[in-house]
């Protein structure tokens, strides 16, 4: 098969979203997710798994918002990054990761449009492109899963 190199960009960029990889993905982070440690704290780390995970489903909304809305206005940063509510319950967290997943979802779809450009400028930040902010995404998303990881080993609750 001869796949063109846009393609094979579409496809790692699907990949790094949703596989392994070189690092744990959404499911083997948060499927059983022990729920009695959403808002456990380890010393020294000012934030807890739940408060982790609602941002980065902010954040992922946020981009896509970037990527998406010509008219995009930048949310207060730090404090619109970070959830307002200090706890949540499971219903909370269950609605979080099923939003950071709907994310992803949509982000596959855009990326599988052959109608997206995925170099050209974005009218929002026109030194940005949807290449560069899908892999702001998956930077974000990686760098927080591993703490996630790191927080279920000090719970032991990490079988992998």
């Given at each position: 098969?001869?796949?063109?190199?846009?393609?094979?960009?579409?496809?790692?960029?699907?990949?790094?979203?949703?596989?392994?990889?070189?690092?744990a993905?959404?499911?083997?982070?948060?499927?059983?997710?022990?729920?009695?440690?959403?808002?456990?704290?380890?010393?020294?780390?000012?934030?807890?798994?739940?408060?982790l995970?609602?941002?980065?489903?902010?954040?992922?909304?946020?981009?896509?918002?970037?990527?998406?809305?010509?008219?995009?206005?930048?949310?207060?940063?730090?404090?619109?990054?970070?959830?307002?509510?200090?706890?949540?319950?499971?219903?909370?967290?269950?609605?979080?990761?099923?939003?950071?997943?709907?994310?992803?979802?949509?982000l596959?779809?855009?990326?599988?449009?052959?109608?997206?450009?995925?170099?050209?400028?974005?009218?929002?930040?026109?030194?940005?492109?949807?290449?560069?902010?899908?892999?702001?995404?998956?930077?974000?998303?990686?760098?927080?899963?591993?703490?996630?990881?790191?927080?279920?080993?000090?719970?032991?609750?990490?079988?992998?």
């Amino acid at each position: 098969m001869n796949l063109s190199a846009d393609q094979v960009v579409r496809d790692q960029l699907i990949s790094f979203l949703k596989e392994r990889n070189a690092h744990a993905n959404l499911d083997d982070v948060l499927n059983d997710f022990p729920l009695e440690h959403i808002h456990s704290k380890i010393e020294g780390v000012e934030y807890t798994p739940w408060q982790l995970l609602e941002h980065m489903r902010l954040c992922q909304d946020d981009i896509i918002e970037f990527i998406e809305n010509p008219d995009y206005k930048m949310p207060d940063w730090p404090a619109d990054y970070w959830s307002k509510e200090k706890e949540a319950d499971k219903s909370q967290w269950e609605r979080c990761v099923s939003q950071l997943y709907d994310g992803i979802g949509h982000l596959e779809r855009m990326i599988n449009n052959p109608n997206v450009d995925l170099y050209q400028s974005m009218p929002a930040g026109e030194k940005y492109t949807v290449f560069r902010e899908i892999l702001v995404i998956i930077d974000h998303n990686a760098h927080h899963l591993g703490q996630l990881v790191l927080f279920r080993k000090h719970f032991s609750a990490w079988k992998k």
